[in-house]
């Protein structure tokens, strides 16, 4: 290539088209996702079943007791409406029940994304398919907290 002349002769490497999203499941039927909020880290699979949700081997009901915690998990399931038509096994480590509940939600939309690569712009518009990057700030040296001074005193 002697100048910038010959560059409109040069075909391009490959078209920009929008990425193709296939089905990624196992043997067993099952798709899997890892979904993540704050410190906390959930492992799902996602099957075809009758809607049974299970947490660290516990009923979703039973492990995650508040409803506002319930409604947080099945959100990605109503908005694809798809409630009540896949078996969801997760287990979940780490931060406190509310992260644990945001983690459990994150993986359950891609792992359906996994399963049902249609379902993907539905989620993505509700924003179920973004990992929420909020951590707890670090306590800072002369500090009593992230950012909170110590009492000031003149005397």
């Not at 993540?36 to 007791?65: C, E, L, M, P, Q």
């Not at 409803?67 to 798809?82: C, D, G, K």
């Not at 969801?88 to 359950?108: D, E, F, K, N």
Request: cysteine-free; overall charge positive; glycine content about 10%.
């Amino acid at each position: 290539m002697a100048d910038l002349s010959s560059l409109k002769d040069l075909a391009p490497a490959s078209e920009a088209s929008a990425p193709v999203h296939v089905r990624k499941v196992d043997t067993l039927g099952r798709s899997y996702a890892t979904g993540k909020r704050k410190n906390a880290v959930a492992r799902v699979w996602v099957k075809a079943g009758s809607g049974k949700i299970i947490i660290n081997g516990r009923d979703f009901t039973t492990y995650f007791a508040r409803p506002v915690l319930q409604m947080i998990l099945q959100q990605p399931l109503v908005a694809a409406a798809r409630s009540g038509q896949f078996d969801i096994i997760a287990t979940v480590a780490g931060g406190g029940l509310s992260g644990q509940a945001g983690a459990v939600r994150h993986g359950v939309s891609k792992a359906l994304t996994y399963f049902e690569p249609g379902l993907r712009s539905v989620l993505k518009k509700g924003g179920f398919l973004t990992r929420d990057s909020r951590v707890v700030e670090r306590k800072k040296y002369g500090k009593a907290k992230a950012r909170r001074s110590f009492q000031f005193s003149k005397r």
